[in-house]
């Protein structure tokens, strides 16, 4: 079955770095469309940024030249490596695919605070 897995979050200061990853199976990863999703305390999901099979990335506003989504199609994974973090980009962060249905990992927390 389709399994998303996320680590790599934790407790930094603003201006601090972390590097999500999420391994993937029970598909073939390599042609598919990965996206990171956050949420806020409070507030709903957040799309933040996606990478395509062909690895063509995109990213909302206001994590663009603050954060950069990569793949490793060879160890089923996608990355999420983050500089310049804010108070504001703390949240849980999701991991998803979107098959013949959307498949969530069970996310990862990252806490931007001083």
């Known amino acids: 079955q389709v399994q998303l897995v996320e680590s790599g979050g934790g407790s930094v200061q603003p201006g601090g770095s972390l590097r999500l990853s999420c391994v993937a199976s029970?598909?073939?990863?390599?042609?598919?469309?990965m996206s990171w999703v956050r949420q806020a305390p409070g507030k709903g999901l957040e799309w933040v940024s996606t990478?395509?099979?062909?690895?063509?990335?995109y990213y909302i506003g206001s994590v663009k030249g603050r954060f950069t989504i990569s793949r490793d199609n060879a160890k089923n994974k996608v990355y999420l490596q983050m500089v310049s973090l804010k108070p504001e980009d703390t949240a849980v962060y999701y991991c998803?695919?979107?098959?013949?249905?959307?498949?969530w990992g069970q996310g990862t927390q990252v806490t931007v605070s001083s």
């Open positions: 998803n695919v979107d098959l013949t249905r959307v498949y």
């Open positions: 990478i395509d099979s062909g690895g063509s990335t």
């Open positions: 029970g598909f073939t990863f390599s042609t598919a469309q």
